[in-house]
């Protein structure tokens, strides 16, 4: 087998800071955001894109870092949990409507909902929006469900976590 | 995870020309199929060459009314975009009804259509697999069946193909334009995947070196359209039966059909006999029952999985049923 590629210097803007490290091609996101840049809030949950706790914004866009390699994040601008908070709107929700027991899932369902929230406001419909044709469509808890599906919470604080999004959505202070 | 080299190329050229000079190198769209099979030892690369960034990320509106979708595009941009939640509303369903929304914000077009299998069994390493390793043989034979194929099965294979996208597409009469160095083709959606025979590791008709560059739909035919999609939890799951549909009748007799069919076939499935028997008549529950039972006259089944047949009938009859009651509020919608 030929020897493997060398590491190699990769530049990410995480949080606003460009950092440069050095990674292996296979490096993931992920990987990369915990063990080298020690940004420990992303967490590692299925490593298979199943269960959305790795969740993070690139480039505004929620995406999972489990299954991004790094070198697909070069020159993007990545945000973390860490770049969210400590106290955005929508944490402060769902810290008030019990939207989390272990909290394992938390920064995940946090990035995702806020980049859900960008989604939505650029009038994107989801597959329980009964026009798909409609400009703008509202955000039921139906349609907080049925998006935020790739979130997975094995506590079942979904109920506080729905109501939490949807009082953050209703006064528009997620952005 | 066995160790691969990266390259982001700058344009079409050089990516064909990277992946045609190396012979372990790979495509890599928005990762979320390749790195997880790479992650778990199914697939090997010795190099991804990243063309998600390369300028294929364009949709364009075609001079015959149709749409040309460059494979790059994310999958959650496509079904968000305006002019096919208008005039393909089935495609749009069919995405929205796929994965999650960070998958989709990263999976491309291209990417989706040479995803592989979810059989379980493809993915564990102890466990026989054709598709895997040819010639291995299958542990879902005598295994957990109840995700299986019933069409287009054979005696070394029956997976299931996973996207809803290529549903939709084959139901929409797509083509599929694939490019290399040796020139530019174009290959029907229907004609993309290949049933499984004798050599269930070869999965479409494009070459290892081919780049799905585009997808290319036709002017959307006439009439009303919808994806159905029935699986074990309500989102976030593959399907076990899906059907996409678009239906126009006109004077009470049904004037043109499309139906595809998803969680049932090895490929994605076109079902011309059940479009053929329900066109030009009137539309009823018991036709639609009928054409079904045509399409899968075929159908070979296990104990655990010959549910599918009658949860495909249900399912078809449902979907028109709400395509053809023009005064139903909530047609076009997924209950
Ligand atoms: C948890 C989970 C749930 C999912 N649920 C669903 C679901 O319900 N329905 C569904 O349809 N899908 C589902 N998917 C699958 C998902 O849709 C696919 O993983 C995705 O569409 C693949 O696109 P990608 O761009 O990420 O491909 P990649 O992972 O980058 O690549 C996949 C394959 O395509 C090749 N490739 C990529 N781009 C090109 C190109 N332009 N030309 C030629 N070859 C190319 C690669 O070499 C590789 O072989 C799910 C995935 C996960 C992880
Ligand atoms: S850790 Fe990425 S989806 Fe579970
Ligand atoms: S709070 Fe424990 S997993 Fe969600």
Redesign the pocket.
């Known amino acids: 087998m030929p020897a493997p590629p060398p590491a190699r210097p990769v530049t990410l803007t995480v949080n606003g800071r460009r950092t440069t490290a050095s990674l292996e091609p296979r490096t993931s996101l992920l990987d990369a955001l915990r063990e080298q840049a020690g940004l420990t809030g992303t967490k590692k949950g299925c490593d298979q894109g199943a269960c959305g706790a790795c969740t993070v914004l690139v480039d505004g866009r929620r995406v999972l870092g489990c299954l991004t390699l790094a070198m697909q994040a070069e020159g993007c601008h990545v945000v973390t949990i860490e770049g969210v908070g400590p106290h955005h709107p929508l944490q402060d929700a769902v810290v008030h409507h019990d939207g ?7 920064p995940g369902q946090v990035c995702s909902a806020l980049g859900m929230l960008a989604e939505h406001r650029a009038g994107a419909p989801s597959l329980v929006t009964e026009d798909l044709a409609a400009d703008a469509v509202p955000l039921t808890s139906a349609e907080i469900r049925e998006r935020m599906s790739g979130n997975l ?3 079942g ?1 979904h109920n506080g976590l729905v109501a939490a999004v949807r009082e953050v959505a209703e006064s528009g202070s997620a952005r | 995870m066995r160790p691969f080299d990266y390259a982001r190329p700058a344009d079409v050229d050089e990516a064909l020309s990277l992946v045609g000079d190396t012979p372990g190198a790979r495509f890599l769209g928005g990762g979320t199929n390749l790195v997880d099979l790479l992650r778990r030892g199914v697939e090997t690369a010795d190099l991804l060459v990243d063309v998600s960034r390369l300028p294929l990320d364009e949709i364009e509106e075609a001079a015959d009314g149709g749409l040309r979708v460059g494979a790059g595009v994310r999958n959650s941009d496509l079904a968000h975009h305006p002019l096919v939640r208008r005039r393909y509303p089935v495609l749009s369903r069919a995405l929205l009804s796929g994965a999650s929304g960070q998958l989709r914000a990263m999976a491309t077009v291209g990417g989706n259509l040479h995803q592989r299998t979810r059989c379980p069994y493809f993915t564990d390493l102890d466990a026989p697999c054709n598709k895997r390793d040819r010639g291995a043989g299958c542990a879902a034979r005598h295994g957990a069946s109840r995700g299986l194929a019933v069409l287009g099965t054979s005696e070394r294979c029956a997976a299931t193909h996973p996207s809803d996208l290529a549903v939709a597409l084959v139901a929409l009469d797509a083509r599929i334009e694939l490019a290399s160095r040796d020139g530019v083709r174009e290959v029907s959606a229907d004609g993309f995947h290949v049933l499984p025979g004798e050599t269930p590791d070869i999965e479409t008709v494009a070459r290892r070196d081919e780049l799905v560059t585009a997808v290319v739909l036709p002017s959307p035919p006439p009439g009303r359209g919808d994806y159905r999609k029935v699986r074990d939890r309500a989102s976030y799951a593959f399907a076990l039966v899906s059907v996409a549909a678009v239906l126009d009748v006109v004077d009470g007799d049904v004037a043109s059909v499309r139906l595809g069919l998803g969680g049932v076939g090895t490929v994605p499935w076109r079902a011309h006999r059940a479009e053929a028997h329900l066109t030009g008549s009137p539309l009823s529950d018991e036709r639609v029952a009928e054409a079904v039972a045509l399409e899968l006259a075929d159908a070979r089944t296990t104990p655990d999985n010959a549910f599918k047949v009658e949860l495909a009938r249900r399912t078809a009859v449902a979907t028109l049923r709400r395509l053809a009651t023009p005064s139903d509020s909530t047609a076009g919608a997924i209950a």
């Open positions: 989390l027991q272990c909290g394992f899932c938390t919470c094995r506590c604080a």
